[in-house]
């Protein structure tokens, strides 16, 4: 096992995550800003466009936020005609979500500039690198709900 990280360590990952997400988010965020949108909007075209159909409660729940935050960047979404919502043919009180044909090919320019970063960085960094990376996302994405 390895020996836990000295303040000083603790602190340059911090950077370097900081440092990191800002260049991983400056692409998406000029095309987004181009269209009044921002990312929060992102993350709700992602997220739709990995699981078409997802019902409103369960893009809730995936992206950790309330009811009332989500809706007044889902209902922009729809308004500009990049996200359906729909009634749910077996409980049609269930608003199920989809993405236009725009909403498609917005998510997927955003989707490529960043797959592109992150494909960059694995193939430079080895095998070994992207599978110590996946297992540190990992376990802070699941660390912030025990915290």
Known sequence: MLDPLDDQD???AIERL?????????GPDRLLEARGLGRVHHR???FVGRKPGISVG?????LGVSKQAL???LRALIERDLVIAQAS?????????SLTEDGRMLEARLTEIQT???ERAFAESGR??????????ARLATASHTV
């Open 44 to 46: 709700i075209l992602y």
């Open 18 to 26: 900081y440092f990191a997400y800002r260049a991983f988010t400056a």
């Open 58 to 62: 369960t893009l809730i729940d995936t």
């Open 89 to 97: 043919l077996e409980d049609r009180r269930v608003r199920q979500l």
């Open 71 to 73: 809706n007044s960047p």
């Open 116 to 118: 592109a970063l992150l």
């Open 128 to 137: 070994e690198a992207t599978e110590g990376w996946h297992t540190v996302m």
């Open 10 to 12: 603790s602190r340059l």
